[in-house]
T-cell receptor, first 115, second 113 residues
């Protein structure tokens, strides 16, 4: 039973480019959460999605960031026109039910570096 | 005041000793508390959860919660070099959805053989 799969593991972008981060939840999980970990900071909640729905995006920056979780395929976190301050580790987590923190599993993260 | 605070460390303990990790939180209404372990470059992994005042033991790990003082701690008995990692305290704040974890910055633990 594969865990939460994120790709790519490392992503390098130049300022102004777009970054697309992918997350496939664990089998049987339909709730996906994205967190960002800036250097020397704790994990910060960004967005919570269910299939085809954004439930809570209160942690997402107002501009340039968007997320989706389509009916088919992985969840995507998209960052347009990246800036150096976007450099961070982006973690995805999934659970089988809303707020089921006992069964919440994290992926290995995508390390985004903006040059 | 930060919502969830931890000493960043590093905390160094000799092998076989007890490691004590502490976390304080600002929201008195918080009800759910978690400890995660994160090895360098890896995903956070849940090791303990606690919801009621007192102690909760699981193997070599004991979580302690004191809601009146707003702190939660993690004790690791008989520390092993493999316990060397960053330990993250996470809290569900009362104003947030039950799915939204607020993390501290983590405490880096180093167990010296």
């Amino acid at each position: 039973n594969a865990g939460v799969m994120q790709n790519p593991r490392h992503l390098v972008r130049r300022r102004g480019q777009e970054a697309r981060l992918r997350c496939s939840p664990m089998k049987g999980h339909s709730h996906v959460y994205w967190y960002r970990q800036l250097p020397e900071e704790g994990l910060k909640f960004m967005v919570y999605l269910q299939k085809e729905n954004i439930i809570d995006e209160s942690g997402m920056p107002k501009e340039r960031f968007s997320a989706e979780f389509p009916k088919e395929g992985p969840s995507i976190l998209r960052i347009q026109q990246v800036v150096r301050g976007d450099s961070a580790a982006y973690f995805c987590a999934s659970s089988p039910a809303r707020g089921d923190n006992e069964k919440l599993f994290f992926g290995s993260g995508t390390q985004l570096s903006v040059l | 005041q930060k919502e969830v605070e931890q000493n960043s460390g590093p905390l160094s303990v000799p092998e076989g000793a007890i490691a004590s990790l502490n976390c304080t939180y600002s929201d008195r209404g918080s009800q759910s508390f978690f400890w995660y372990r994160q090895y360098s470059g890896k995903s956070p992994e849940l090791i303990m959860s606690i919801y009621s005042n007192g102690d909760k033991e699981d193997g070599r790990f004991t979580a302690q919660l004191n809601k009146a003082s707003q702190y939660v701690s993690l004790l690791i008995r008989d520390s092993q070099p493999s316990d060397s990692a960053t330990y993250l305290c996470a809290v569900v704040l009362s104003g947030a959805g039950s799915y939204q974890l607020t993390f501290g910055k983590g405490t880096k633990l180093s167990v010296i053989p």
